[in-house]
């Protein structure tokens, strides 16, 4: 065992190492916690998984008496298969999630003591509203007076702190009816067999703190308790860890074994969940409540020394820091590119083009990431990549036609088509809802059963109740389509999102700003297509090229554009595994690395976003989104912004973010100095530059010192116009865990 443990630890510093063997019990015989603090790229899920393997080879705990937590499910996996590589063990079965799977999985054990049904479902954040809506409705609540995205918002603070609704404390009449309702939600959720996110982690707290047994049992079954992403806990996780780790007060001797040894890793520059309840606050109280030995891990392991540089610069730009060092073996390596777009359209052939000259110089596609700060940003980054025919994936979110309001949005315009496609018909006849339930929407499907005609067709025919409500909705959907007989497709579209009530219903919810957003691209896409597709103003008429033939029936722009959107929705899916680009959030980029980076949209407004830049905290919170899209970069890193670009339906002008004035010229390569000087040194002409100031741009600059293949040979640089298509199989978009949208408006 000797040799094999040791082999362990042959890959690791001499800090990395201290931190996977420093001992789990001290002298007195308790429990002894940790504390790894340290930056981007050091090696702390690498120490983290290496001391559950090392704790497990030299026998101080099996592998059942293991709990590690991981901030997303993919994180999991990957713990999961590095660790059969160190050890000749079954891991399956250890508990090794992330904290709302771990406690999904608790609540299922033990479903009965939980006081939940064996097939309790889970609500998404969608789901819940629904489901509060319904509430409200049900109570006749003014839902003018208690908009129900503020209960949404009300209830999930409330748990995210560990309160139910009896527990509160309410000040004012107003704080004391939405105590109320949401005790009422609780008893709806519990009638229907339902939990939300936040009440996983609740009601498995819950099950801790009240059932001595199952408690003792854990307590005693887990002596070691792993946590990455420390940064990134709230309030009740951090308890829901206390207790059961036995350092609950009160708690502490309950257990005959004993408290646990707590194993965290983290970096308070990377705390970028403060909007969901995250609290950096928690590493210092569990520095004083668990009074932790403490690594901190100094060397970076991931990133080449410009892109390091760059990272570091940017972060002590921020004053609310623990303070920390990085620094690196790696050499200076490539600088950091810098590409001033004209456009967004600019922008994205631009890294089309980066993208191939570094696949053909052997990268992989799976090593190339695209980050943006909003998920409506991939749009037009998915068609560049769709049209260059490069396979791309997204993660953390759904490719942009696939999204679940861009689905209802083209189900509405599918039935101005085709009144008769049953399935949007079914997918929107109440959504948003519009008092539609199961029974008419039963009569409906029956009445078409009979009738063997469309459901659209058959509610016309339906009487009483259900019949009014359906021939409602087949109204607007006829006026709609008469309204719009005469638009262009871009007006169409921006009427039907208006007027089916998407727009409205998106913003009421809690996280539904992002999908507004995403309803507004949709414009922006169909404006798009009639440029590239050739269709003019009357293109009612128009023939598809070649389809001049007689007795071919022209097709409408809308037909069109819808066909486009399910192809561009199915068809370039990269299939797991196969080797595509990928495109995420910044959010959903924490914990992962890649060879290539490109972090797009650097605008004012957008990154760091609107919505932070009035308050020192917000901002920060982005510089430290910005610190982690630096640091996922291992060897070239490419930032890039335009001078303008449509977003929520306008075009905007947007001076380039901060953050680039925060880097070291030193590690900066810009592919378009001019544009600097221009923009920053007070002109602010937006369209100032030309077609051939683009060209110029690809001139070498300020970097004859660099071996730079990438520069060369750029003349012909328009934006691919014929559709390409890659692979055929359309399969299903893998999501991460808790993909955090754009923007949450807490
Ligand atoms: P983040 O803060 O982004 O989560 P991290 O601190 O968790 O980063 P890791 O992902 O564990 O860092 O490690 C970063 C990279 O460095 C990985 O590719 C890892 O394999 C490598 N690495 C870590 N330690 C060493 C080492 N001692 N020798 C060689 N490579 C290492
Ligand atoms: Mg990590």
Avoid at 468 to 493: I, K, Q, Y
Wanted: aromatic letters at 8%; proline letters at 4%; charged letters at 20%.
């Amino acid at each position: 065992i000797g040799t094999m443990h040791s082999d362990l630890l042959l890959n690791l510093n001499p800090e990395q190492r201290e931190a996977v063997t420093l001992p789990p019990v001290n002298p007195n015989g308790q429990a002894q916690s940790a504390l790894i603090l340290a930056g981007a790229g050091s090696g702390k899920t690498r120490v983290l998984t290496t001391r559950i393997a090392w704790l497990i080879q030299t026998g101080q705990v099996s592998p059942i008496g293991v709990l590690a937590v991981t901030f997303t499910n993919k994180a999991a996996k990957e713990m999961i298969v590095r660790l059969s590589a160190m050890l000749p063990i079954n891991t399956r079965g250890m508990w090794i999630g992330t904290f709302h799977g771990l406690c999904n999985r608790l609540l299922r054990a033990h479903h009965k003591d939980a006081g939940l049904p064996s097939t309790f479902q889970i609500l998404d954040t969608q789901d819940q509203l629904s489901a509060i809506k319904r509430l409200l409705k049900g109570l006749k609540v003014d839902d003018e007076k208690y908009p129900p995205k503020q209960l949404q918002y009300f209830i999930a603070h409330a748990k995210e702190r560990g309160q139910r609704a009896r527990e509160l404390s309410v000040g004012d009449d107003f704080q004391a009816k939405m105590a109320q309702l949401y005790e009422a939600y609780d008893a709806q959720c519990q009638r229907e067999g339902v939990v939300d996110f936040a009440e996983l982690l609740l009601r498995s707290y819950e099950l801790l703190k009240h059932n001595e047994s199952i408690r003792t049992h854990y307590q005693e079954r887990f002596r070691h308790i792993l946590i990455d992403e420390f940064q990134d806990t709230n309030a009740l996780q951090y308890a829901w860890l206390k207790l059961l780790s036995g350092h609950e007060a009160g708690q502490v001797n309950v257990s005959s074994a004993g408290s646990s040894a707590v194993f965290a890793v983290g970096d308070d520059d990377q705390s970028i969940y403060a909007f969901r309840g995250a609290d950096v606050e928690n590493m210092r109280l569990y520095e004083n409540q668990y009074h932790p030995m403490m690594v901190k891990l100094e060397q970076n392991y991931r990133s080449h020394g410009h892109i390091l540089d760059t990272a570091n610069f940017l972060i002590s730009n921020n004053t609310d820091r623990l303070g920390k060092n990085l620094r690196t073996d790696a050499g200076h390596g490539e600088p950091v590119r810098i590409y001033d777009a004209p456009s967004d359209h600019a922008e994205a052939a631009w890294l089309v083009d980066e993208i191939k000259a570094l696949v053909s110089s052997g990268i992989k596609r799976t090593e190339i990431a695209l980050l943006y700060r909003s998920n409506a940003q991939s749009r037009i980054i998915e068609h560049a990549l769709f049209s260059a025919a490069i396979p791309y994936r997204v993660y953390g979110g759904l490719r942009f036609f696939e999204r679940a309001e861009i689905k209802h949005a083209l189900a509405y315009m599918r039935l101005l088509e085709n009144p008769n496609d049953d399935t949007s018909f079914s997918r929107v006849v109440n959504f948003p809802t519009r008092g539609i339930g199961a029974r008419s929407i039963e009569a409906v499907q029956d009445a078409a059963r009979v009738q063997q005609c469309s459901l659209y067709l058959a509610a016309s025919t339906l009487d009483g109740k259900s019949g009014a409500s359906l021939s409602g909705f087949v109204r607007l959907v006829d006026h709609m389509r008469e309204a719009t007989r005469h638009n262009t497709l871009p007006e169409t579209v921006e009427f039907v999102i208006q007027n089916s009530g998407l727009i409205q219903h998106y913003l009421s919810e809690r996280e539904g700003q992002d999908r507004v957003e995403n309803l507004q691209e949709l414009i922006n896409a169909a404006t798009a297509f009639i440029a590239e597709e050739g269709y003019g103003q009357d293109a009612a008429a128009a023939l598809l090229p070649g389809e001049g033939a007689p007795g071919v029936v022209a097709v409408s722009p809308l037909a069109a554009f819808l066909s486009h959107a399910s192809l561009e929705a199915g068809d370039n899916q990269a299939q797991a595994g196969q080797d595509a680009v990928q495109l995420m959030t910044v959010h959903s980029a924490k914990g992962l690395e890649f060879t290539a980076v490109f972090i797009t949209g650097l605008e004012e407004g957008l990154f760091p976003h609107e919505n932070s830049v009035n308050e020192q905290n917000g901002l920060e919170e982005e510089r430290r989104l910005m610190y982690v899209a630096i640091t996922r970069a291992k060897e070239r890193l490419y930032l890039s912004h335009t001078q303008s670009r449509m977003l929520h339906g306008q075009v905007r002008y947007n001076m380039p973010s901060r953050f680039l004035e925060e880097l070291p010229s030193d590690s900066l390569k810009w592919l378009t100095p001019k544009a600097k000087e221009a923009r920053w040194g007070g002109s602010s002409s937006g369209g100032g530059r030309t077609g051939s100031a683009w060209q110029d741009g690809y001139t070498r600059q300020r970097d004859s010192e660099t071996n730079d293949f990438f520069d060369s040979g750029r003349e012909n640089r328009q934006p691919a116009k014929q559709i390409g298509r890659v692979g055929s199989a359309s399969t299903t978009v893998k999501r991460m865990a808790s993909p955090p949208r754009g923007n949450y408006p807490f």
